[in-house]
């Protein structure tokens, strides 16, 4: 939900990171904090967007176990990001937003980050969230 508000106030392409490991039920859901916990890889399925194309990319995912999830650490270990305007936001529950976003920098120490920003209980106040997006890709527009 959160992806699409960026693409829809940056005027920006939108690609899905697909994770191929089944996440599903309680048993994925345990297996995909612990994944996370310990630093894992996964799999992920083709980009259908070539990455060269870009020079500012926003990357969003979910906080589990307190850090970045296998798919964005998957991506940031198959492509790269050099050179590249990095701008981070994450959702989650309660907490975790702030190892999230620094083992993201760590696994993409040659991009330039642009910035960061949280969403909790998201669907609690969506009308907030767009509102956060809207102030936050403005925010970049004027500084970059």
């Not at 992806?3 to 995909?32: L, T």
């Not at 809207?134 to 970059?144: A, M, N, Q």
Request: charged letters at 35%.
């Amino acid at each position: 939900m959160v992806a699409g508000m960026f693409a829809e106030e940056a005027k920006a392409d939108i690609e899905e990171i697909i994770d191929k490991k089944d996440r599903s039920g309680p048993v994925g859901w345990i297996a995909a904090g612990r994944d996370a916990m310990r630093k894992k890889t996964t799999e992920i399925g083709p980009l259908k967007k070539k990455m060269d194309d870009y020079d500012t990319i926003f990357i969003g995912q979910p906080v589990w176990g307190w850090t970045m999830v296998p798919a964005i650490r998957a991506l940031a270990d198959k492509y790269d990001f050099k050179g590249k305007k990095i701008a981070l936001f994450c959702t989650m529950d309660g907490s975790g937003d702030k190892g999230c976003f620094e083992e993201t920098r760590k696994c993409l120490p040659e991009a330039e980050f642009l910035g960061e920003m949280s969403f909790i209980k998201l669907r609690k106040d969506p009308n907030g969230a767009r509102k956060k997006v809207r102030d936050f890709v403005y925010g970049l527009g004027r500084t970059s």
